[in-house]
């Protein structure tokens, strides 16, 4: 390359430079050298021969001059003997500069010292540029520049990891949201753009200098900070802390408005999203190149930190840097009373100390006063909270088409191929409505309907539903406070439950309990619509039944012509991990399958699948319609479900975490007696707490739950006695989360135990 641009030759006879060393530099919209004489060191910048091209040099070198006037500390340009400062030839364009000797930024300690002159560098560099006008730097676009953001998403199938895509996406969608309706509001104004920490130099806590304006643009005026921000935040413990001393410094010199400062938490992270998404373009198209890979492991590693930051908090960290007030909701109090003025107080809240949420991302909930908490517990949120892949489903159909089955469209059958290649195949034909009550209480109604018999056969402390139909069958209900008792047409038999039962092994607890069953079933014999019971027992204590339970009293319910239903409502949709629905752990197959929760992943959706003779029973015209279910909205939603479901691998995520977790919960029992039982599959769990005589511990059970929530983390609790930890996050939830989950707990319980 160097003997093809004869750069020995052009430095002689154009700069007067003879003999330099010359040695290649990276760069990105130009070839860069280094020349070095015995007593000066230059960098030579040589372009493409275009119109545009020297438009745009030669309104850098504009602006250059005026940087250099106003005393801001860049390189300066070299002039030929011609008196131009820029040299062109046939095939090429060639500018010279002063190279800047020094430490770069990249390189140095960043001291508080450093980072208030960083910030202060940027704002005299903003204020000297901000009544500058130029034709060629206003026409110019670049995908670097973050007014331009959207220009970079054609790159996200360029990311090699389904999840990984999903977060960048996740800040793409909140940029629309958020950023984009402010556009015509933010204050405009040349920009340098690209002040990295390897473009920044540094002398003795000072920055001395700025180089490589090839990014220049006319852009909104913040994003300057939020780009220099970018770069200074990456491998820091405490990010907020270091963007407060920067914005402090820069609001001292070239004071920011309230918009701009609120908008900087998701610029950084368009920032991110577009080192990421031009290093994965750039390793696709161009693999040998590090020069736009170089800082891609630290940008994953902040744009991970920064989605478990609360909005609230980084808004109100760099408010208080430009000493504008905090933003602030209303008090708890005055929520609760306006809650109890509108909501029934049948409607409970969680914990001692309710939590006002203000926005969510994938495993992590915002509060509105700026506190992140860990979300182990929202299991209706299978594929993570505010998931792009399900909100642009939601928004993309919505603003098509929404209107019911009694039409033909795709999203319908596209929807019910998806969902029905889930199941065996004799499983053929969907119900779809829109909420696991709903879909339970249509359950029955088919299985009524095809045996002709009304009785159901159900299990001590099951739970499917909050209709009268369902509530009729759940134990969980009709036999706690408030509850009329069981029904006539209601069978009841006992929950299986391995622990603490002092039956024997496994094979005996299922046969003790299986023997129990079937003296309901041999007096009721021939009277048996259907036995219904969720794979792993939720409201009872996260209860995993006995493994040949349900394929004996299958055979049972069967024999005497009943039905066999399996609520999926909670269990669902990959949660346990190794299978994607609860009944595989038992090696049967259910006549009906109730799903809900997940299906939607929060949206209000569920089904009922069964097969073609059981559906065609249930066609006797009493015409089923449901006004809402099967919507193409829902539809939608539906299917981004699964397809994110398979494509982010996340049921074989929730087998290797779970059984991380669950090892770790065996780790603590050996420490601590009070966890009785750790049981569960996936990331569906159950901790059984006793206190020192054996007993339920459910005030210990409580105090933990609300501990953890003291601590950021939110489990609930279950079971007969309240005293079942139950832990079912997302499906995003990681081994770090777990860990965290593990050591807040560890510590909860040897304060305990010390007390």
Not at 334 to 358: A, C, D, F, G, T
Request: with cysteine.
């Amino acid at each position: 390359m160097v003997e093809e641009l004869h750069l020995d030759l052009i430095l002689k006879e154009h700069y007067a430079i003879d003999r330099p060393s010359i040695t290649k530099l990276e760069g990105y919209d130009s070839i860069n050298f280094k020349i070095e004489t015995n007593t000066d060191i230059y960098v030579l910048k040589v372009y493409p021969n275009s119109s545009e091209v020297l438009e745009l040099i030669s309104a850098e070198n504009e602006l250059l001059l005026a940087l250099e006037h106003m005393g801001v500390s860049c390189s300066r340009l070299i002039a030929t003997k011609s008196d131009t400062f820029n040299l062109i030839t046939d095939k090429y364009t060639f500018r010279l500069l002063t190279f800047l000797s020094g430490t770069f930024l990249a390189e140095t300690i960043h001291t508080n010292l450093l980072l208030a002159s960083f910030g202060s560098t940027l704002a005299k560099i903003d204020s000297s540029l901000i009544n500058q006008n130029n034709a060629a730097i206003k026409a110019k676009e670049t995908q670097w520049d973050l007014k331009h953001f959207q220009k970079n998403w054609k790159y996200l199938a360029d990311i090699p990891d389904a999840s990984d895509r999903s977060l960048v996406d996740y800040f793409c969608l909140q940029f629309n949201e958020h950023i984009l309706p402010l556009q015509y509001e933010f204050r405009q104004s040349i920009i340098h753009n690209d002040a990295n920490d390897w473009n920044v130099l540094v002398d003795n806590d000072e920055v001395t200098g700025i180089i490589d304006f090839g990014d220049m643009c006319h852009s909104w005026l913040i994003n300057e900070l939020a780009v220099g921000l970018t770069y200074v935040l990456m491998e820091k413990e405490k990010p907020l802390e270091i963007a407060f001393m920067v914005i402090q410094a820069y609001h001292a010199v070239f004071p920011l408005d309230e918009k701009e400062v609120d908008s900087l938490y998701y610029l950084i992270a368009a920032r991110l999203c577009t080192s990421v998404l031009n290093s994965a373009h750039t390793k696709k198209i161009k693999p040998e190149s590090s020069y736009i890979t170089i800082s891609e492991k630290s940008a994953w590693k902040l744009l991970r930190i920064w989605v478990s930051i609360n909005p609230i908090q980084a808004k109100n960290t760099f408010r208080d840097a430009c000493n504008f007030s905090k933003l602030v909701g209303k008090s708890l109090n005055e929520q609760l009373e306006h809650r109890k003025k509108n909501i029934s107080s049948s409607q409970s809240l969680s914990y001692s100390e309710p939590i006002q949420m203000s926005g969510a991302a994938f495993q992590y909930m915002y509060d509105t006063d700026g506190n992140t908490f860990l979300d182990a517990y929202n299991n209706i949120i299978q594929v993570g909270h505010c998931h792009p892949n399900v909100v642009r489903a939601g928004q993309r159909t919505m603003a098509k088409l929404n209107t019911n089955t009694r039409y033909l469209y795709d999203e319908l059958l596209s929807y019910t191929d998806h969902l029905l290649s889930k199941f065996p195949s004799h499983l053929t034909k969907v119900f779809l409505v829109n909420s696991g009550s709903a879909a339970s209480d249509l359950a029955l109604r088919i299985a009524k309907t095809h045996t002709g018999k009304q009785k159901v056969l159900v299990l001590e402390h099951g739970y499917h539903g909050n209709t009268q139909n369902t509530i009729d069958i759940s134990h969980y209900k009709y036999n706690h406070k408030g509850g009329t008792g069981k029904k006539q047409d209601i069978l009841q038999t006992e929950l299986p439950k391995c622990f603490n039962t002092n039956l024997g092994t496994e094979e005996d607890i299922a046969k003790h309990y299986v023997a129990l069953a079937q003296k309901k079933i041999e007096i009721n014999e021939g009277q048996i619509a259907a036995f219904i019971a969720e794979p792993i027992v939720g409201c009872g204590g996260q209860v995993p039944l006995p493994k040949t339970y349900l394929k004996s009293i299958y055979a049972e319910i069967r024999k005497q012509g009943g039905l066999c239903i399996s609520d999926e409502v909670q269990v669902g949709f990959g949660r346990l991990g190794k299978y994607f629905w609860g009944y595989e752990m038992y090696d049967v197959i259910p006549d009906i399958v109730i799903l809900g929760k997940p299906i939607g992943n929060g949206h209000p959706m569920a089904a009922v699948v069964t097969t073609e003779e059981i559906s065609n029973s249930f066609n006797n015209g009493m015409e089923f319609f449901s006004s809402f279910g099967g919507n193409p909205v829902s539809c939608a939603i539906g299917e981004a479900v699964l397809t994110t479901l398979e494509e982010e691998d996340l049921p074989n995520k929730a087998h290797q975490v779970g059984a991380y977790l669950k090892k770790g919960l065996h780790t603590l029992q050996k420490k601590y007696q009070e966890l009785a039982d750790i049981r569960g599959e996936g990331l569906f769990l159950g901790v059984e707490i006793l206190d020192s005589q054996g007993n339920a511990g459910t005030e210990l059970a409580s105090f933990i739950k609300n501990e953890l929530r003291s601590k950021f983390i939110l489990i609930s609790t279950d079971g007969p006695y309240d005293n079942v930890l139950k832990i079912k996050p997302p499906l995003y939830f990681t081994i770090e989360n777990a860990d965290q989950l593990l050591q807040e707990l560890d510590e909860i319980l040897n304060k305990i135990k010390k007390n």
